[in-house]
């Protein structure tokens, strides 16, 4: 079992830069491919970034390459991901997912079996 625990969200202006944590329980966390999805009102919930238990193997989406880290601290077990030069479209509520131990990186949340609450990040234009 892995729980899942998001912070870091809030109101920036759109140019502006925010890091979102993601905390994890458990000492398996290193066995875990972290994702990070994005829903936004009306729209479905879509994986922005996403980092292997081998942490070389990393998924960007293509609306956020260039602009989206995704990182992990196996010693604190917590992931992060780091946004830059934000825009509206980055409005959503972010939430971090955890598959595993030792699954292949997949984009579906199907695939991804322990969830956090989810941190809303808005973005003012």
């Known amino acids: 079992q892995v729980h899942l625990v998001e912070s870091g969200g809030g109101l920036v202006q759109a140019g502006g830069s925010l890091r979102l944590s993601c905390a994890a329980s458990?000492?398996?966390?290193?066995?875990?491919?972290i994702g990070w999805f994005r829903q936004a009102p009306g729209k479905e919930r879509e994986l922005v970034a996403a980092?292997?238990?081998?942490?070389?193997?990393?998924f960007y989406a293509d609306s956020v390459k260039g602009r989206f880290t995704i990182a992990r601290d196996n010693t604190n077990n917590v992931a992060y991901l780091q946004i830059d030069s934000l825009i509206s479209e980055d409005t959503a509520v972010y939430y971090c997912a955890a598959s595993g131990p030792y699954d292949s990186l997949r984009t579906s949340s199907t695939f991804y079996d322990y969830w956090g609450q989810g941190t809303q990040v808005t973005v003012s234009s």
């Open positions: 458990g000492h398996t966390f290193s066995q875990y491919t």
């Open positions: 980092i292997g238990w081998s942490p070389d193997i990393r």
